[in-house]
């Protein structure tokens, strides 16, 4: 049998490497100067640019509001408290509220800051506006070549490659398409879904070859595709195994997620960007949520898209160049984040320790100590992603996060970061760590409660009192710190949706009444959460610092629904303690605590919630009356248009199976492994007996390890094809007869030696 060559798209392009060694931590503050002394020197400081002063005064403007703003809020909840903070029951609380209510009203200052910033309709400091100054048109220069690299993992083979053609053909309609290459960086460990993702590489080069006339220029298919097989340090290693070998080629990487997708435009735009800006070593843009049907993620796009904009925006006002970065849908400049962004593991033997999972704020992080800023392009268009289909997804990606952010704890204090990217290494943490903190809060109150409710007021304090005391009623203090609180919650959101009215850009969420109305059904989904993340979070960050390991089969990235079995499994836990905890408050009280009754009502409906919830049905029929709709809903981009088609186009996802047996995907698959030499010696009688092996006892016996080999060698794959087109190969291996085609009579007489020859 032939193998299609496809002489423009190779699988993988020649090797260029280069080195990228990564530093040592230099650990605890405590043990820093004995790390000196062995040698050890922080890098270069990052306080090179003239604008620091007027970053340190907006900075220090937010300390001052959040800090002012705990010590009130502390102070009222004193007021409220029956000792008046006398106690360790009462100073705990006091504690925790402090903490608690500094973190949310960071999340206030934060909003406001962005509703002023969009309502000036401009913002001077954006890193956009040098698309403005130097003109839109620019050309890119032909030697800023940029790859844009997908690193994926065990992901939906449909969701990456339709993503992927999508953004390609994006950019093959503009005049910057021969400045880029697009890699597809594989570690996926389950052999059917890779032998499924080289059959769809193959499959899409083949596509865009056929399309590439309609092209204004057309450009070589520059498309590459490869598999990791010593997949270490996560995806930080993937981005980092690429850089070793392909960075030296390229000016700048665009990083994708497995679901990502951009238009042609906003590529072009953040290479136009870094050109302009040459202190630019990161710029982030702000994706947009898109793509699943489920009532879940209905409301969890149209959160994003209503809310997103405003926090984003307010976080660029207080951070400027020193932004975060999200780890997709950004663009890096390759020579810095090769020589200062390399990862080493932390040290110790602790759960904390090991490889940086949430590598990206770390990256983020040594790309300004060395000097080079980082921004997030909060206004630029084009940069779509998907959110989780329903929340135990949600929560799998929570897990991932969690322990990743309590790992940076550990590089707080690393020597020459700047302090901004040490409060996103704090933010990160308290991001989860504020939900024990929340939990113990409801407890401790809780308790507070239930032991005043018993206590007999005593109205003569002092021997011989003349007149009682008569207790004092906190009723009008209570209720102006909830509605504190409440403000300080609900403020943000209630600005967005201002904005949006005010903007005129109602009429692309259904109207003024359906942009309320899915609000308010936003706010109820959230609310009725809130309980359920926070015990999940609690969890996470239990087993983060203690090591324990919780069995989680991450859901799919499709609109999968939860069943109401894996909904009470996940659930169950929740639903008992609710029913324990209002049992404890009536024994202990006479009634309950009205503040608790979002939380006890929100843990009671948590297994309807979540199978419900994870439903597309729902989800399509407010769609239908046009609420939670987005823009890109109403005026879907043609991109994400294209992606939706392409995906839709996948009519079954291949397998090892099917590598061998259907004679379309064997030539894709084979297609996507890298041109090699003809085994022989010893490497020949190696493959001989991985054949055999695989003949003999069928593709069930053959573990994964086994079957990657197989994926991973032409020349044994179409040894196996030949032996199982003969019909002597383990019966499992056989489709039926139509499906196959028909040997001849005199290949069904040869020996297996000689058809493993003919096979090279």
Partial sequence: MTIEVLPQA??????????????????????????????????????????????????????????LGAVVGTDFMADVLPGHGEGWAEQGLLLLFGVLFAWISAG????????????????????????????????????????????????????????????????AQTDAAEHFDFFVLSDTSDPDTRAAEQAAWSELVQALQRDAPAAPRQVPVRVHYRWRQHRTRRKAGNVADFCRRFGADYRYMVVLDADSVMTGD????????MEADPDAGIIQTAPRACGHETLHA?????????????????????????S????????????????????????????????????????????????????????????????????????QRDRRWCHGNLQNSRLMFEPGLHPVHRTVFLTGVLAYVSAPLWLAFLLLSSLLFASQSHEIPKYFLQPYQLFPVWPAANLKLMLTLFSLT?????????????????????????????????????????????????????????????????????????????????????HGAHTALALLWLTAILIGSASVPWWLSPVIIGLLLAIPISALSSRAAPGRWLRAQGVL?????????????????????????AGVIDAVVDGKVHSSVVGALPMRGVATGLKSQALLSRVEHAVSVGPKALDAAQRHRLLSDAQALRALRTEVLLRRAHPDWWRPVAALVQPS????????????????
């Fill in 10 to 67: 190779a699988a993988q392009p020649p090797i260029n490497r280069t080195s990228m060694v990564p530093v040592p931590w230099a650990g605890h503050p405590f043990l820093r100067p004995l790390r000196r002394l062995f040698g050890y020197r922080a890098p270069q400081p990052w306080q090179t640019q003239a604008d620091v002063r007027p970053l340190m005064l907006r900075r220090a403007l937010l300390l001052v509001l959040v800090g």
């Fill in 108 to 171: 206030f200052w934060t909003g406001l800051m962005g509703t002023w910033v969009l309502l000036r309709g401009h913002d001077p400091q954006a890193v956009t506006n040098v698309l403005r100054q130097g003109g839109p048109a620019a050309p890119i220069p032909l030697d800023a070549r940029t790859a844009v690299i997908m690193p994926i993992c065990n992901e939906d083979v449909p969701t990456v490659f339709a993503g992927i053609r999508a953004t390609y053909e994006s950019l």
């Fill in 266 to 273: 906003c590529l072009a735009s953040l290479v136009k960007m």
């Fill in 298 to 322: 209905r409301i969890q796009q149209f959160g994003s898209r209503v809310y997103g904009p405003l926090f984003t925006t307010g976080m660029h006002f207080w951070q400027l160049g020193e």
């Fill in 324 to 395: 975060h970065y999200w780890g997709h849908n950004a663009i890096l400049r390759m020579a810095p984040f090769i020589e200062h962004c390399a990862l080493a593991p932390l040290p110790g033997r602790t759960s904390l320790s090991g490889d940086v999972m949430s590598h990206d704020f770390v990256e983020a992080a040594l790309m300004r100590r060395a000097g080079w800023k980082v921004w997030i392009a909060h206004d630029l268009d084009g940069s779509y992603e998907q959110v989780p289909p329903n929340l135990l997804a949600e929560l």
């Fill in 486 to 570: 409440a403000v300080l919650l609900l403020a943000p959101k209630l600005l967005s949706l201002a904005v949006i009215v005010l903007r005129g850009q109602a009429q692309y969420y259904g109207g003024v009444a359906r942009l309320l109305l899915g609000a308010l059904l936003e706010f109820m989904h959230s609310l009725l959460l809130a309980p359920v993340r926070m015990l999940f979070h609690t969890q996470f960050v239990l087993a983060a610092l203690t090591g324990w390991r919780l069995a989680w089969k991450s859901p799919p990235r499709d609109d999968a629904a939860t069943g109401w079995g894996e909904a009470a499994r996940r």
């Fill in 629 to 653: 709709l987005t823009p890109e809903e109403l005026w879907q981009p043609p991109v994400l248009a294209r992606a939706q088609r392409h995906a839709q186009g996948f009519a079954e996802v």
């Fill in 745 to 760: 009579a005199g290949r069904a007489s040869a020996v297996r030696a000689p058809a493993l020859a003919a096979t090279r």
